[in-house]
């Protein structure tokens, strides 16, 4: 069992996520938790549960919030004694990594310790994304919000702010800008954030936004405070004032050392460890057994790069409850021999940012450390089972001094598999050891041949759609335009990838309504649906990768079926629609549909979801006068 305080109180198990309910006893664990294995004082625990309306007995209603704290311990399998009664207090007794206050903390202090700015800033990603909402917003006690929220926040302030720091010093100005947008609204006071916001702005080109910016701040602050911008600000404005050059940014790396780009985005907007890059000692990646076949290495091992980049997990991740507690059940149910878990689903439907979530939120079953490799490169083709292997091979010797990784509890991620032949040879041996697969394709024999499990994904419900926007845009937003918000969901397909570049736009463009992204996003999808900036982040890009992939008769199947009437095709339509018989027909449609790109409804009938239909009539040249992407219903 772990403990989340990085939102709202929860207790996690192996297939459930407890939110505890506001009482006495909630806020008597929150006041523990804050102090993980320290002694709080009695006095404390009074203040913070009754504050300045403690009753008589409080010293005998505290025992008895105790014994029901107790009580619900139990009921979800933690021991009683977690929480011990010691002279003057109690004690919560907190086990490694079942504490998401800890392990934040621990990954602030390590990247600390680093000098490359890739790895810290991976570690600091990695660190944010534990934040899953206000912290304490179900505990009810003004005591605590006043004395301990404060802290809390300006601890994820500072992490914040330095994460963005480092994306400017490495000339990432559209990723920072994304992130200061919504930081920067969210806490105005905070005069730092705001200075990033606008040094991103000009360096990017948009000198008018960044003036218009400065002088937003300047109003805030003499209206607000009654006070004028620090001498920093007031030294940038005069700059861009002057049209002068900001010179480059302040290094994020050491002197002498150059920044490297260990990263690459999957087709869902997910940074993931690029080939060649190494992960932290701490983390050693599992060999299961070397491979064997017809199997080309490359002509050399990668060489290790001087500092490492470690496994990151996706910030603000949303929805995906049920399969996120069926993943994580399946991959530490039976510790006896390695486990597998397969995800697959359409392009952009979230395949890699759930398997990267799932592996944090199991990574403490996994001593040996958890790393995320891609299969592919970026050009969408496949890498050799030998060129992986051999660099897990040197990250298994540098990172743990052995090639034996699947003797040691380890958790591989290999994400966009392309061809099963490709992992078999990479799958951990090891009892306690476990693998997880994203792919576009079912992977059925890779399944049935190694006893793993599978799950698809489908599109995000509209009630999940709407909490990644709201999370991503800031509730002050979404709370303007709940409706508007509603209707960009569903204009997005509630696909997670859409929903993201949707997001981007919206926060990079503060003046514009969300109403009017929708009704520019139903005049052109495509390219709305799209970032400027990061060719990456672009549905049409990610759709007609996926496209190439494909045998040229399946393509052309896609593309036609995508200009047909949108309604469940069955067998004889697509053979009519196809020009061909039913049998080839009907292996065209399972193919189609192990891809991602149809889903099969019952009675034989299959189904294109509208934003792929949206890039299929784009790409044929279709055009009608019905909207390219529907509306809420």
């Not at 306690?432 to 394709?441: E, H, I, M, N």
Request: overall charge neutral.
């Amino acid at each position: 069992m772990r403990f989340q305080v990085l939102g709202p109180l929860r207790i996690a198990g192996r297939s459930e996520v407890v939110v505890l309910p506001p009482s006495k006893p909630t806020i008597l664990l929150a006041s523990l938790l804050l102090r993980p294995d320290a002694v709080v004082t009695t006095d404390f625990l009074r203040q913070a549960i009754w504050g300045d309306d403690e009753p008589a007995s409080a010293r005998a209603a505290l025992h008895t919030c105790v014994l029901r704290l107790r009580r619900t311990f139990a009921k979800y399998g933690i021991a009683e004694a977690a929480i011990e009664s010691v002279p003057g207090g109690y004690r919560v007794v907190v086990e490694d990594g079942a504490l998401d206050l800890v392990r934040f903390r621990e990954l602030r202090d390590g990247a600390r310790a680093v000098r490359d700015p890739e790895a810290e800033l991976c570690l600091l990603r990695e660190a944010l994304s534990l934040w899953q909402g206000a912290p304490l917003s179900n505990v009810p006690s003004d005591f605590l919000r006043r004395g301990e929220l404060p802290g809390l926040v300006e601890e994820r302030l500072s992490v914040v702010e330095r994460a963005c720091d480092i994306e400017l010093a490495l000339g990432r100005y559209g990723q920072a800008l994304v992130e200061l947008w919504a930081a920067s609204r969210a806490h105005p006071g905070h005069e730092r954030f705001r200075e990033q916001l606008i040094e991103a702005l000009y360096r990017s080109g948009r000198k008018a936004d960044a003036l218009a910016e400065y002088r937003e701040v300047k109003r805030h602050l003499r209206e607000e405070l009654g006070v004028d911008p620090g001498p920093a600000l007031q030294r940038l404005e005069l700059r861009m004032l002057r049209g002068d050059s900001l010179g480059p940014p302040p290094s994020a790396a050491p002197a002498g050392e150059p920044a490297r780009t260990a990263r690459d985005v999957t087709d869902e907007g997910v940074a993931i460890a690029e080939p060649g890059a190494r992960p932290a000692a701490a983390i050693a990646p599992p060999v299961g057994k070397p491979p064997s076949g017809p199997v080309s290495a490359p002509p050399s091992a990668p060489v290790p790069g001087p500092v490492p980049v470690p496994f990151t997990a996706v910030s603000s991740f949303t929805g995906r409850a049920a399969e996120s507690a069926a993943v994580a059940a399946r991959l530490t149910a039976d510790r006896s021999g390695p486990a597998l878990v397969v995800i697959s689903g359409a392009p952009g439907i979230g395949k890699t940012a759930l398997a990267l979530h799932v592996a944090q939120l199991v990574g403490h079953h996994f001593p040996g450390g958890r790393f995320a490799v891609r299969m592919t490169r970026t050009d969408g083709t496949p890498r050799t089972s030998g060129e992986v292997a051999a660099e897990l091979q040197g990250m298994a010797a540098t990172g743990a001094g052995s090639a034996a990784g699947a003797d040691r509890g380890v958790l591989l991620l290999l994400d966009d598999v392309t061809d099963p032949a490709l992992v078999r040879p990479l799958l951990p041996a090891g009892a306690g050891s476990a693998a997880v697969l994203t792919s576009r394709l079912g992977l059925a024999g890779l399944v049935a041949a190694h006893g793993g499990w599978a799950t698809r994904l489908d599109a995000l419900a509209e009630d999940e759609s709407y909490r990644l926007l709201s999370a991503a845009l800031g509730e002050a937003r979404a709370g303007a335009e709940p409706e508007a918000v509603r209707e960009l969901a569903a204009a997005c397909g509630h696909f997670p990838l859409a929903l993201r570049i949707a997001a981007a736009r919206l926060l990079t463009r503060p003046r514009l309504a969300v109403a009017d992204c929708v009704a520019r996003l139903r005049e052109d999808p495509m390219r709305r649906l799209s970032l400027p900036d990061d060719p990456r982040m672009s549905v049409p890009l990610v759709l007609g990768e996926a496209l190439r992939r494909l045998d040229p008769r399946l393509a052309d199947a896609f593309l036609r079926i995508g200009a047909a009437p949108p309604a469940p095709l069955p067998v004889t339509g697509a053979a009519s629609l196809l020009g061909i018989p039913p049998v080839p027909a009907e292996e065209i449609l399972e193919q189609l549909a192990d891809a991602g790109l149809l889903e099969e409804e019952p009675a034989g009938r299959f189904r294109m979801h509208e934003l792929l239909r949206a890039f299929a009539r784009c790409a044929t040249g279709y055009q009608d006068d019905s909207p390219a992407l529907p509306s809420r219903r």
